[in-house]
């Protein structure tokens, strides 16, 4: 009897959808466990979608997708980064998800070491082991605000590294990194001659208080980048799946060939939307990110009132809290159990995850507000670790 490849067999379960199944399946449960913005998709976007399909485009595309989706990407980019970017550094992809795997694929050899976030989002180990290549994690403190340093690199650097993974604005923590980080990183990546794949999909999600978002882009090391990025949490279009990869002309080839491989191309329909999104007006994009900002406000509040420590969210719709637990698991299983309320477990974001849990602040300011206020009283009622 053949068997599957026991690299599939072997990739870990996803830890917040378990315990989305798990929210899922529990009636009035208050879903702070996803990154799913609470917005429909702007109206506009959606409108664009049906002039599309209407006007024929329902056709396969070419693989590194639309002209016309290439360059709206690229001018939209263009605004963001200190140099001109054109349709020859973009491909439209399947998400940002369909950005970073290609990405992945497209540096390593079987075999290669690929240095990851930890805490960092988990998709990123399966995406390198998928890859054939292993996850090297290098930790991130609170002290440093979760930010990288040269020596946090070094710790995780091997012989067979071939390439630096980085968040920013990420995923578990907030954490916004500073211009000085962003170039620390591209130095450190060009004194080991690596590659540095940058997951930029909160990058409109900054609260302004404290920085500006910083891409890896246009900062001198071009060649050896590629940013992922995507539209899914900027305008509330995570079912649409389209982002876009940014890189070197040179690059972007290799990329649209494993793009053909996997996916042929992404749908002609929601790449017209994504033009629309791109292009149209950009105020229910500030509208979300203002109501993330007020959700962040009333947790940390709320928190803070308690004594509840947790990291200073910069940019995305996280809150990385400290709950002081002895096992995020079993605490964020009881907390959904007896409480209602769904939080992701530190845990599922790699060992510098534990005693904590991540709430996602994407949810409704009722939902926001039940939530932290049960998590105050449940910290109150838990031995710490
Ligand atoms: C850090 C990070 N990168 C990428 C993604 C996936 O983005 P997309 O839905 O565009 O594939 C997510 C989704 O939760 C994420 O948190």
Known sequence: MPTPSSLVTSLPASGIRQMMA??????GVARLDVGEPQF????HI???????????????????????????IARSVSQDVPTSVSADNIVVTVGAVGALSSAVRAVVDAGDDVLIPNPGWPNYIAMV???????????????????????????????????ILINTPANPTGAVFPQKVMEMVLNFAQAHDLYVISDEVYGKIVFGRELPHT???????????????????????????????????????????????????????????????????????????????????????ALDSQGIGHARSAGTFFLWVDVGCHDSWSFAD??????????????????????????SLASSVEQVEYGVQQLAEFCASEPRA
């Open 22 to 27: 798990k929210a899922m399946a529990i009636p």
């Open 40 to 43: 429909d998709t702007p109206g």
């Open 46 to 72: 959606v409108d664009a979608a049906f002039a599309a399909a209407r006007a024929g485009f329902t056709k396969y595309t070419a693989s590194a997708g639309l002209i016309s989706t290439r360059e709206a």
């Open 129 to 163: 082991r998928c890859a054939g290549a292993e996850p090297r994690p290098y930790a991130l403190h609170s002290d440093n605000g979760f930010v990288p340093t040269s020596h946090d690199l070094e710790g995780a650097l091997t012989p067979r590294a071939k390439a």
């Open 215 to 301: 891409s890896a882009w246009g900062l001198g090391h071009d060649e050896r980048v590629i940013v992922a990025n995507s539209l899914s949490k900027t305008y509330s279009m995570t079912g649409w799946r389209i982002g876009w990869s940014l890189a070197a002309p040179d690059m972007t080839v290799q990329i649209a060939k494993l793009q053909e491989a996997y996916v042929s191309c992404c749908s002609s329909i929601a790449q017209k939307a994504a033009e629309a999104a791109l292009s149209g007006d950009q105020a229910c994009v500030h509208a979300a990110c203002g109501a993330y900002h007020r959700n962040l406000e009333i947790a940390e509040a």
């Open 334 to 359: 009881r907390f959904l159990q007896e409480r209602k309320v769904a939080v992701a477990p530190g845990d599922a974001f790699g060992s510098q995850g534990h005693g904590r849990v991540r709430l």
